[in-house]
């Protein structure tokens, strides 16, 4: 396969709460976010709820890494969001 010249891949590292919001919208390929487990964080997982499906393009990805006692949380918070739609659990050991 030929890859366009125009073609560029980039990371972005940071607090998405302040990255997400300037981006622009449908420009991202897949989103990987590993925010801390600590209760206090779990706000983290509404702005993705809310603001990741604006900036992903169709048929991207979100990877998010969630301590299991959250994870029925954050998923409601997906859920109710209404915007992106629930694939698979996986677990890393």
């Given at each position: 396969?030929?890859?366009?010249?125009?073609f560029e891949n980039k990371i972005?590292?940071?607090?998405?709460?302040?990255?997400?919001?300037?981006?622009?919208?449908?420009?991202?390929?897949?989103?990987?976010?590993?925010?801390?487990?600590?209760?206090?964080?779990?706000?983290?997982?509404?702005?993705?709820?809310?603001?990741?499906?604006?900036?992903?393009k169709r048929g991207a990805s979100l990877v998010t890494?969630?301590?299991?006692?959250?994870?029925?949380?954050?998923?409601?918070?997906?859920?109710?969001?209404?915007?992106?739609?629930?694939?698979?659990?996986?677990?890393?050991?």
């Amino acid at each position: 396969m030929i890859w366009p010249t125009d073609f560029e891949n980039k990371i972005i590292c940071g607090d998405c709460s302040s990255i997400i919001r300037s981006m622009q919208n449908e420009s991202v390929d897949l989103i990987f976010t590993d925010p801390p487990y600590l209760k206090s964080f779990l706000n983290t997982y509404d702005i993705l709820a809310n603001d990741c499906a604006r900036i992903m393009k169709r048929g991207a990805s979100l990877v998010t890494i969630v301590g299991h006692f959250a994870l029925p949380l954050i998923t409601k918070k997906f859920y109710d969001a209404n915007k992106l739609k629930y694939r698979w659990t996986f677990c890393m050991n």
